[in-house]
């Protein structure tokens, strides 16, 4: 599955954003996906994850509450929805396929990262 993020920019603190990931390939709905994010001089963490079937979901404690990720298995498209953004959410996002589900799944497939950048 190739995997193609977008939505990122700049945006004030208490703002919103919404990301969009576009997947190609025809077994997209039997991939559980996530949203990762790397900022300037750290490791990359995960976000946000979500089932195949869109059922379950998973957040990263750092944003639970304020981003919902949600997916289109008829459109092959995965969102973020970034809610009352701060300047520590700032970083490049990622979009990514597993064959799991979950933050703890490993990720085989991954899109160009996104930037989006909150300002004070």
């Known amino acids: 599955v190739q995997l193609q993020a977008s939505g990122g920019g700049l945006v004030q603190a208490g703002g919103s954003l919404r990301l969009s990931c576009a997947a190609s390939g025809r077994t997209f709905s039997r991939y559980g996906m996530g949203w990762f994010r790397q900022a300037p001089g750290k490791e990359r963490e995960i976000v946000a994850a979500?089932?195949?079937?869109?059922?379950?979901?998973d957040y990263a404690d750092s944003v639970r509450g304020r981003f919902t990720i949600s997916r289109d298995n008829a459109k092959n498209m995965v969102y973020l929805q970034m809610n009352n953004l701060e300047p520590e959410d700032t970083a490049v996002y990622y979009c990514a396929a597993t064959t799991g589900w979950g933050r703890y799944s490993q990720y085989d497939y991954w899109g160009q990262g996104t930037q989006v950048t909150v300002s004070s």
């Open positions: 979500i089932s195949w079937s869109g059922r379950n979901t």
